[in-house]
């Protein structure tokens, strides 16, 4: 994308709240956006092995949120992304989300493709983009495709691949906490220090404004790894084998409402959500 995006990005751990009224901060932002412009929204079900499931769990769910216009995109097979009333229900959206499964699915069918260059369209003027679990970890440029998320970090273990490339310099991994995956992002930070680290927790996001900011929303933390200080990592050794070592890595955990300077790399204390909105009008 050469034209800097006019739309915004919320990027969800997984597991957000679906169903307690009062609860669903995630899914009413991603709503919010969605009632924009023609208050169109495509659930996008590429990712997952269960597509009719998923399809009608959102549906009912964004139904219940006010959205009536929704679209479900089911992508099974490359020849799918080329067709015309697919690219049709991708065109005029206003949101579009991605659900979870399998990061691997999303970019191997829709990469390059007439649905997902649509997508790009519609991004750079002005459409949301949302993914949840696989969704958020296809966003960046380069994601995180596999590795253990209980253990120290093991130079051989990780598996990374071309991502959609919705967010730059930025590395994704989803159910942080809940899965231990603090090692696996480190190592993925190790093996390009340009790449922010960003660990979503379930049922929190990241709101991305810009390309510039983002804020964090909902019940749990973010955990920003940047490794652009690292004075020494094992991965540059001759022969490496075993734990990952590295040296100077600075974290940052964020809460709800805490905003981030993706710019300078550093959490913004007086930046909240209506300076974010004053900026973007």
Not at 6 to 28: F, P, S, T, W, Y
Not at 36 to 42: A, D, I, S, T
Not at 120 to 135: H, K, L
Not at 163 to 177: C, E, N, Q, R
């Amino acid at each position: 994308m050469s034209a800097k995006p006019k739309g915004k990005l919320i990027i969800i751990g997984g597991a957000e709240e679906k169903h307690r009224e009062g609860q669903m901060e995630i899914l009413e932002e991603v709503s919010r956006h969605a009632h924009k412009g023609n208050g169109k929204l495509v659930v996008v079900t590429v990712a997952t092995q269960f597509p009719e499931e998923l399809a009608e769990t959102y549906t009912q769910v964004f139904n219940g949120l006010g959205i009536s216009k929704i679209d479900v995109l089911d992508i099974r097979t490359r020849s799918d992304a080329q067709l015309e009333e697919n690219v049709n229900k991708v065109k005029g959206a206003s949101a579009i989300f991605f659900t979870g499964g399998d990061q691997l699915r999303i970019t191997s069918q829709i990469g390059d493709s007439p649905v997902f260059q649509c997508m790009q369209e519609r991004y750079i003027d002005g459409a949301t983009i949302a993914g949840t679990s696989a969704g958020a970890a296809a966003m960046p440029e380069t994601m995180l495709v596999a590795g253990p998320g209980d253990e120290s970090n093991r130079l051989w273990a990780l598996d990374m691949a071309p991502g959609l490339g919705f967010i730059k310099d930025a590395v994704i991994d989803s159910h942080f906490a809940e899965r231990g995956r603090m090692g696996r992002l480190l190592g993925a930070v190790a093996q390009n220090p340009k790449n922010l680290g960003l660990g979503i927790d379930e049922d929190t996001a990241v709101y991305v404004q810009n390309q510039d900011f983002f804020e964090v929303l909902g019940s749990g933390a973010v955990y920003v790894v940047d490794g652009s200080g690292i004075t020494f990592s094992s991965l540059s050794e001759k022969n490496a084998e075993g734990v990952l070592s590295v040296y100077d890595v600075k974290l940052h955990v964020l809460s709800r409402g805490d905003c981030f300077d993706l710019s300078s790399r550093q959490p913004t204390f007086a930046v909240k959500k209506e300076k974010l909105e004053a900026k973007e009008a």
